[in-house]
């Protein structure tokens, strides 16, 4: 059974930095895609960053393009996103999730974690 878990969130000051883990097991993670998605309140699910983990090739949402960074450990089996000069609009529950390819679409990825709140005050 494919099983996702992060880690990392918190509240932090706007431009302060928090890193998030997302723990995977249960299918071979290096024949996939992982990625990060947010929600805030009232919103949509938004794609933040993927990584194709077998090429290690990434991808970022304009958004946080410059400020966030997309990493996986294969050896752990486990994926990271560091978030520096972090905004208060960056507040959301954060979400990594495991598809069969890299997409900005959340409808493609099959499994997801619980989420984490990352909370950015001003």
């Known amino acids: 059974q494919v099983q996702l878990v992060e880690s990392g969130g918190g509240l932090v000051q706007a431009g302060g930095s928090l890193k998030l883990s997302c723990a995977a097991s249960g299918r071979a993670f290096s024949s996939y895609a992982m990625g990060w998605f947010r929600q805030a309140p009232g919103k949509e699910r938004e794609f933040v960053a993927a990584?194709?983990?077998?090429?290690?090739?990434?991808y970022y949402a304009d958004s946080v393009k410059g400020r966030f960074t997309i990493s996986s450990d294969n050896a752990k089996n486990t994926v990271y996103l560091q978030m520096n000069s972090l905004k208060p609009e960056d507040t959301a529950v954060y979400y990594c999730?495991?598809?069969?390819?890299?997409?900005?679409?959340?409808?493609?990825?099959?499994?997801w974690g619980q989420g984490t709140q990352v909370t950015v005050s001003s």
């Open positions: 999730a495991s598809g069969t390819w890299v997409s900005r679409s959340p409808e493609t990825y099959d499994y």
């Open positions: 990584i194709n983990w077998s090429s290690g090739n990434t």
